[in-house]
Nanobody, 123 residues
């Protein structure tokens, strides 16, 4: 079964950090760009970051630039999203997705989606 699985979400205080992981099962991530998206309650899903197949190109939404870092370890078939200086407005379900290319920090039509992991930033 071909799927993406996110992990690493949880409850963290403002100013804290979390690292999300996106692992592929049933296929290799080597040939895919990977994007992170999030959806807060009552809001539309929005793009957060995207990394190219080689990892040489990374892009971020303005709202997370300087605080979040996307990276990939193709040997482990995993992509990471390091989130620092978290704010309450970062609270959302975070999803990873796979597509052939990034479109900036977005994707035009991801082929695979994960099931999401909840991130809650609250004191």
């Amino acid at each position: 079964q071909l799927q993406l699985v996110e992990s690493g979400g949880g409850l963290v205080q403002p100013g804290g950090s979390l690292r999300l992981s996106c692992a592929a099962s049933g296929f290799t991530l080597d040939y895919y760009a990977i994007g992170w998206f999030r959806q807060a309650p009552g809001k539309e899903r929005e793009g957060v970051s995207c990394i190219s197949t080689s990892g040489g190109s990374t892009n971020y939404a303005d709202s997370v630039k300087g605080r979040f870092t996307i990276s990939r370890d193709n040997a482990r078939n995993t992509v990471y999203l390091q989130m620092n200086s978290l704010k309450p407005e970062d609270t959302a379900v975070y999803y990873c997705a796979a597509d052939l290319h990034c479109s900036g920090y977005l994707m035009e039509g991801p082929e695979y989606w994960g099931q999401g992991t909840q991130v809650t930033v609250s004191s």
